[in-house]
């Protein structure tokens, strides 16, 4: 799958749809944790974080709505992509389906995994960045549809993530989607960059998200490209 090309060069042609929304209700998706079902898989999509928006009937006094939060910056040193060395690494993501994954990823960043093992992290030493790649369900849609269900997902998550979608990209060559959008998890902002992989028919095999600091955007935009255009999945049922 190679080719792909990075997310800067994809927000910069003209051959890719673009929609930037300004600062929408938040959502601690940058977690990188899955919950019970993924927008790659299923048209009901679940958070990437870690707290699922309330479904109980809206309380008859309401508690007042927080202050916004004091943005601190934080300045680390950035990820530099000349620094990163990339190694072939394995894991096994099992949900509808086994699915053995092979994929390039900084050689030095520590692998995790949940349980059930639906996704598998790499995180990088200072455990600012990570990336998140999750395999295991069934190859059935477009990842421009898995794209789609996402969005509607954070647009009513909480605002006190202040989470703010930057662009949405569809790659005319590979059909490949990408979601560039911001939260802020605590004090500091986050960058999110997800992307659903296609295949040869144009159906989604891969959810894989890089998250880190706005500083780090180029080399985030690296290590996404990277896993992209190197991940395979072997899939048996479960």
């Not at 992989?197 to 890089?210: H, K, L, P, S, W």
Request: glycine share 8%; hydrophobic share 35%.
């Amino acid at each position: 799958m190679a080719g792909r090309g990075t997310v800067g060069a994809l927000l910069a042609s003209g051959l890719v749809a673009m929609i930037a929304i300004g600062g929408a209700g938040g959502y601690g998706v940058g977690l990188l944790t899955t919950a019970e079902q993924s927008a790659a898989a299923t048209g009901t999509p679940a958070p990437l974080g870690s707290v699922s928006p309330s479904t109980a009937s809206p309380s008859v006094n309401p508690s007042p709505t927080p202050p916004p939060k004091k943005i601190v910056p934080d300045d680390s040193e950035p990820l530099n992509a000349d620094d990163l060395y990339y190694k072939t690494r394995q894991f096994t993501a099992t949900s509808a389906v086994r699915s053995r994954v092979s994929v390039r990823v900084p050689s030095n960043w520590s692998f995790t995994q949940p349980d059930p093992p639906k996704i598998g992290r790499y995180t990088d030493p200072t455990g600012k960045r990570w990336l998140r790649i999750e395999a295991g369900f069934t190859i059935s849609r477009a990842p421009s549809a898995s794209m789609a269900a996402r969005i509607v997902q954070l647009r009513v998550v909480p605002a006190s993530q202040m989470l703010s979608i930057k662009s949405q990209t569809i790659d005319p060559d590979t059909g490949d989607a990408t979601l560039v959008y911001t939260y802020v998890p605590d004090n500091s902002v986050r960058y999110v960059l997800v992307r659903w992989v296609a295949n040869g028919d144009g159906r989604c095999t891969f959810e894989i998200a890089a998250t880190g600091l706005p500083q780090d955007l180029p080399a985030l935009e690296d290590v996404l490209d990277h896993a992209s255009d190197s991940a395979v999945r072997d899939d048996s049922t479960t």
